[in-house]
């Protein structure tokens, strides 16, 4: 499976975007899906996730401002970004854990990345 992510671009202060992440099929089963970002000289950082049964979990900074969603019909995972501040200029990436079945039968893991899309909120 192949994740692509789309959406950023620059925007000012206060701002919306949405990010997209498209899987190359269909994902059967998986245990979370999440949104990363990395900005200039710090770590990648966790912003958001959602599980199979639909739980979703944010970092603190983004909390009412960020939604995380799935549609399962289109293989796509969406970070909707409100009201959005210079901090949360970044590189964005997507993220699965995946599972599959192999020939044997059983299941195995798979965590597969986006590349990454650029976010710049600046005046």
């Known amino acids: 499976v192949q994740l692509q992510a789309s959406g950023g671009g620059l925007v000012q202060p206060g701002g919306s975007l949405r990010l997209s992440c498209a899987a190359s099929k269909r994902i059967p089963r998986f245990n979370s899906m999440n949104w990363y970002r990395q900005a200039p000289g710090n770590q990648r950082e966790l912003v958001a996730t959602i599980t199979s049964t639909g739980s979703t979990n944010y970092v603190d900074s983004v909390k009412g401002r960020f939604t995380i969603s799935l549609d399962n019909a289109k293989n796509t995972m969406y970070l909707q970004m409100n009201s959005l501040k210079p901090e949360d200029t970044a590189v964005y990436y997507c993220?699965?854990?995946?599972?599959?079945?192999?020939?044997?039968?059983?299941?195995?893991?798979?965590?597969?990345w986006g590349q990454g899309t650029q976010v710049t909120v600046s005046s």
């Open positions: 993220n699965a854990d995946i599972l599959y079945l192999d020939d044997s039968g059983a299941w195995n893991a798979l965590n597969a």
